[in-house]
């Protein structure tokens, strides 16, 4: 395959994922500055903003339409939405001959129908669109694709940025200290709490449901997960030649923060919580830039603002 294909096919994964990954965050976090009239909210969308990567000025307030504006419809921010959506369907337009015409008419629709305001009333409905035209992006992918080299890279990307949002989100739990978004609602947020009232039989604890969205090796949004998963795919990407140790960068970097997570007490990690979570984005950033030497080098690599910081 060739190289500008396989950069394409990732980073679609990895738009995608971004789209889906930045909508729940924000669903959860606007609906509680609603719902919780005791919250900061300039400290709250500061937090929130920093979280995702976006720098603001700090001598000027920043409101819930502050970060509805920055991290959903700026065309402009790599952290947004609409930015998201938009680099999908570009990259699916350099790969065309690859890309099937099903996912190439979602991703053009969905580009298209962006809106570029969104109406107060209409927030909730709106990131719920954008949750269910990635799902049918990726359904179509799963569905339609062969178990190729054009699949493995497409998970690739897939997988580490969501490996990227799922530290993110939990990063968020911490925002606002004791008016955080409770453990059920970070659950709800990212389609886990029925899955994971079926394995720990109660109500959310911080233990339980980080340790569930940290290092459930069944749930597929854990980060244990979708680090395995990237993992899986680098192998399988690999050429089939005897070797001694991981050569592959990439692989090291992932196994090393899937290590740190399986093997550290999960009370230490929800201790540091951000910290940590930190490490999980440092790591999935670093990994990025490593499959992108090795299997891309030619152009470079669209991050999000302050990735490589």
Known sequence: MLSRIAESLFWIGRYIERADGTARILDVHLQLLLEDPWIEEDTACRSLLSVMGVAVDPAVPVTRGDVLSILAVDRSQPAAIAYSLQAARENARRAREVVSTELWEVLNTTRARMPRRIPGDKVHEFFAWVRERSALAVGIVE????????????????????????????????????????????????????????????????????????????????????????????????PEVRRVGVPDSAQRLLGQIRSELEFRPISDIIADLPRHMDDVQSATSAASEAVRQRYFPTNAAPVWVGENT
């Open 143 to 238: 569905t339609g694709t062969s178990r190729d080299e054009a699949w493995s890279v497409f998970t690739l990307g897939r997988s580490i940025e969501r490996a990227d949002m799922t530290a993110r989100l939990l990063a968020t739990r911490s925002l606002t200290e004791a008016s955080g978004p409770s453990w059920t609602t970070i659950l709800r947020s990212v389609g886990a709490y029925e899955a994971y009232l079926r394995t720990y039989r109660g109500v959310p604890s911080a233990r339980n449901a980080a340790e569930f969205l940290l290092l459930d090796r069944l749930f597929p949004r854990s980060i244990l997960f979708s680090v395995s998963r990237a993992e899986q795919c680098l192998r399988e990407l690999e």
